[in-house]
């Protein structure tokens, strides 16, 4: 080809790229907006917890509560007047006010679960993948088949190598399939990386805890990790899992479990707190926190437990807060867990049906784009 014409072809080509660049402007600019997302998940937290406290009637059972946990409990949930203030400040004063919190059905709010297992396996595989999946019928499913949207995410140009999840409960391995996913899966109390002196003081504070759950580490640890992950390795989008709420359910610990909530909800909150004094997270990042299934409403005893037995446990509650969220923002119908992985990938600016045009969609609290 003539030098000539090879000039000739070069800035046609040119002028198609400019013509092509003005075009998908807005467009473009949306897409690479620098939006962040950060996905806490509580297990087997009920929604009557959340929206209604600590149940006084539970909160004085000898049974429930140990003996030397009762005026304390008592000072701290039951008597303050907004119970449910008092249990879980930050859910209710900062993420209802400023952002939503979907599923108090005392107030004509609803969200349920997807699946029909109504544990956390499953319910963590709708959460993370946008649809329930009948063949996970067990908590020891083993090494998940489907992908996630934080897998899919972090092979995506952009994101690439900046996802990163950190989990209480080990089974999390399998759920995100840490073996062939790619992406770095923190959780369990075997898991305990030292990459920098933080994580290496947090490895040993773990290695030197009681453990009350083989496979559950305690909360702190998690939420320590998630901290240090923020500060040192500022990923676009991190997964929080906390576990101590359910485990001390099925332990029959109320007293127990209703410090686990306060607990996880101080920590949603120096999570958020941490987001905002930080310039990379500063007014672009999207907090969602959610529960992989709910707990047996019906009877003395169905608290403690959850699967299709337990009438109610397939009722749970969605938050979120952030600058693409509308406060106050009330969607039709029934929430669904199956639509949190497109809510949490439009309010990234993502295409979530290139993600998978069969997930739930996004919820209705978001700001149009
Ligand atoms: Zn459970």
């Not at 008597?79 to 107030?107: K, S, T, W």
């Not at 497109?342 to 739930?360: E, I």
Request: a neutral charge; proline letters at 7%.
């Amino acid at each position: 080809m003539a030098l000539r014409s090879l000039l000739r072809q070069a800035a046609r080509s040119l002028v198609v790229a400019l013509a092509a660049s003005l075009l998908a402007g807005p467009a473009a600019q949306a897409a690479g907006a620098d939006r962040r997302l950060v996905l806490v998940t509580l297990d087997g937290l009920a929604w009557t917890e959340v929206f209604r406290g600590a149940n006084p009637e539970r909160a004085a059972d000898p049974v429930s509560v140990a003996a030397d946990q009762r005026e304390a409990i008592r000072k701290a949930f039951v008597e303050p007047a907004d119970h449910a203030r008092a249990l879980m400040p930050f859910l209710n004063e900062v993420v209802a006010r400023q952002g939503v919190l979907i599923g108090d059905r005392d107030h004509g709010s609803c969200a349920a679960v997807g699946n029909a297992m109504w544990f956390s396996y499953p319910g963590y595989n709708e959460i993370l993948t946008g649809k329930p999946d009948p063949v996970i019928r067990s908590n020891t499913h083993g090494p998940n088949k489907n992908v996630t949207f934080l897998e899919w995410l972090n092979r995506r140009p952009g994101f690439g190598g900046r996802v990163e999840a950190v989990g209480s409960w080990a089974t999390f391995r399998d759920i995100l399939n840490a073996p062939s996913s790619g992406l770095p899966v923190n959780a369990g109390w075997e898991d305990a990386p030292a990459r920098t002196p933080a994580e290496a003081a947090i490895a040993r504070l773990q290695a030197g805890s009681a453990r009350i759950w083989p496979e559950v580490r305690l909360d702190t640890f998690t939420q320590a990790y998630a901290l240090e992950l923020l500060k040192r390795r500022k990923p676009k989008v991190l997964y929080v899992s906390y576990g101590e709420t359910d485990d001390f359910a099925h332990d029959g610990r109320y007293d127990q479990m209703l410090w686990a909530a306060q607990r996880a909800d101080r920590f949603i909150g120096e999570l958020w707190t941490a987001l905002q004094a930080d310039p990379t997270y500063a007014g672009k990042t999207t907090l969602i926190v959610t529960t992989d299934h709910g707990r047996g409403l019906e009877g003395k005893e169905a608290w403690k437990h959850h699967g299709k037995p337990f009438a109610g446990s397939d009722q749970v509650w969605i938050g979120a807060i952030g600058p693409g969220v509308r406060p106050g923002a009330k969607p039709e119908g029934c929430a669904s867990s199956s639509q949190v992985a497109a809510t949490a990938l439009a309010a990234l600016g993502v295409d979530w049906r290139a993600f998978d045009p069969a997930a739930g969609k996004p919820l209705d609290i978001l700001k149009a784009p």
